[in-house]
C-alpha cells in the first residue's frame, strides 16, 4: 500500500512515504515550526518516491496528544491535502507511534514471539505528562488502557502485563531526562528507552490499521486533546516558583515523598 504519513506533535517533524516496497523519509523542526515546513517538505519527499498525492492509499498522521499548534498543523495539512486529492486519512495516536517506534528499536531485546508491554511517556509541559500503555502480540498493537495526563511522580507501574507474568514491559518516551529525579524509584529497575513518535512507525502502524476500517473521510481529520489548557497563567507560574524556591530553603526534609 502507497502512505504518506508525517507527525508534528513534539519538537521534532517527521514525515516518510511508501511505495509499498521503499521508504523515504524527512525529519526537521516540529510544532510551531512546523506549519510553515511541513508541506514544501512533503511534496518534496513525493517527488523523490515519484508518487503523487492522488495515488496514495491514505494521508496518515499523529493525531495527538503532543503540541497543540503542532497537532492543529497536522489536522489541516491532512485535511487540505486529502480533500484536494481524493483520498481518505489515517488519525493514529502519537503515543502508539512513539510506542512503536520503542518497539521497533528494542525488537532485538526480547524473546521473537513474547508479549511485550510498552508504557508510552510523553511530556505534556507544566510539570506532567501523557501515559498510555500498548500490548504487542503476534504482530498487532492494541491499548490496554486510556490515555491519562498525570504527575511523574504519580505513575504507578501497574501494566497488566508485567515482569511478574513473564513478560516483557518497556517504559518508552521522552521525559526520563526531564524528570528523572520525580518518577517511581520501581522505573529504574525496568529497560528505559528514550523515544519519540515518528513517521516511518506510523507507516509501520498504517497496513493493520487501515485493513481494520481506521481510515476515515477528510473532514474527520481532528486533532487529539487530553487537556485543554496550554499554559500556566503568570500567577500560576510564580505560584510554583514560591513553592520551588520554599522548597529549596526547607532542605530534604520537606521533599515530598516519591511513591515505590
Given at each position: 500500500?502507497?502512505?504518506l504519513?508525517?507527525d508534528?506533535s513534539?519538537?521534532?517533524?517527521?514525515?516518510?512515504?511508501?511505495d509499498?516496497?521503499?521508504?523515504?523519509?524527512?525529519t526537521?523542526?516540529?510544532?510551531?515550526?512546523s506549519s510553515a515546513t511541513?508541506?514544501?517538505?512533503?511534496?518534496?519527499l513525493?517527488?523523490?518516491?515519484?508518487?503523487?498525492?492522488?495515488a496514495?492509499?491514505?494521508?496518515v498522521?499523529?493525531?495527538?496528544?503532543?503540541?497543540?499548534t503542532?497537532?492543529r498543523t497536522?489536522?489541516a495539512?491532512?485535511?487540505?491535502l486529502?480533500?484536494?486529492?481524493?483520498?481518505?486519512?489515517?488519525?493514529?495516536d502519537?503515543?502508539?507511534?512513539?510506542a512503536?517506534?520503542?518497539?521497533s528499536t528494542?525488537a532485538s531485546d526480547?524473546?521473537?514471539h513474547?508479549p511485550?508491554?510498552?508504557?508510552a511517556?510523553?511530556?505534556?509541559r507544566m510539570?506532567?505528562?501523557?501515559?498510555?500503555?500498548?500490548e504487542?502480540?503476534?504482530?498487532?498493537c492494541?491499548?490496554?488502557?486510556?490515555?491519562r495526563?498525570?504527575?511523574?511522580?504519580?505513575l504507578w507501574?501497574?501494566?497488566?502485563?508485567?515482569?511478574?507474568r513473564?513478560?516483557?514491559?518497556?517504559?518508552?518516551?521522552?521525559?526520563?531526562?526531564?524528570?528523572c529525579?520525580?518518577?517511581?524509584s520501581?522505573?529504574?529497575?525496568?529497560?528505559c528507552?528514550p523515544a519519540?513518535?515518528?513517521?516511518?512507525a506510523?507507516l509501520?502502524l498504517?497496513?493493520a490499521?487501515?485493513a481494520?476500517?481506521q481510515?476515515v473521510?477528510?473532514?474527520?481529520a481532528?486533532?487529539l486533546?487530553?487537556r485543554?489548557k496550554?499554559?500556566?497563567?503568570?500567577?500560576?507560574?510564580?505560584?510554583?516558583k514560591?513553592a520551588k524556591?520554599?522548597a529549596?530553603?526547607a532542605g530534604?526534609?520537606?521533599?515530598?515523598?516519591?511513591p515505590?
Open positions: 500500500m502507497k502512505f504519513a508525517f508534528t513534539t519538537h521534532v517533524m517527521s514525515i516518510a512515504v511508501t509499498g516496497e521503499r521508504v523515504w523519509q524527512h526537521g523542526p516540529g510544532g510551531a515550526k511541513l508541506i514544501p517538505a512533503i511534496l518534496a513525493l517527488t523523490q518516491a515519484r508518487l503523487t498525492l492522488g496514495l492509499d491514505a494521508i498522521f499523529g493525531r495527538g496528544p503532543g503540541s497543540f503542532g497537532l497536522a489536522c495539512v491532512a485535511q487540505g486529502a480533500l484536494g486529492a481524493g483520498v481518505r486519512v489515517l488519525p493514529v502519537t503515543l502508539m507511534a512513539l512503536e517506534e520503542a518497539r528494542h526480547w524473546p521473537a513474547a511485550l508491554c510498552v508504557t511517556l510523553l511530556d505534556a510539570d506532567e505528562m501523557y501515559v498510555q500503555s500498548y504487542f502480540s503476534h504482530g498487532t492494541k491499548a490496554v488502557d486510556g490515555c495526563l498525570i504527575r511523574p511522580e504519580n507501574l501497574d501494566s497488566p502485563l508485567d515482569v511478574a513473564g513478560n516483557g514491559l518497556l517504559l518508552a518516551g521522552n521525559v526520563f531526562d526531564v524528570y529525579d520525580r518518577l517511581p520501581a522505573a529504574a529497575h525496568l529497560t528507552a519519540l513518535p515518528t513517521a516511518t506510523l509501520r498504517a497496513p490499521l487501515a481494520a476500517g481510515c473521510d477528510a473532514a474527520l481532528l486533532p486533546y487530553v485543554d496550554v499554559a500556566l497563567t503568570t500567577q500560576e507560574r510564580d505560584q510554583a514560591r524556591t520554599q529549596a530553603l530534604p526534609a520537606s521533599a515530598s515523598h516519591t515505590e
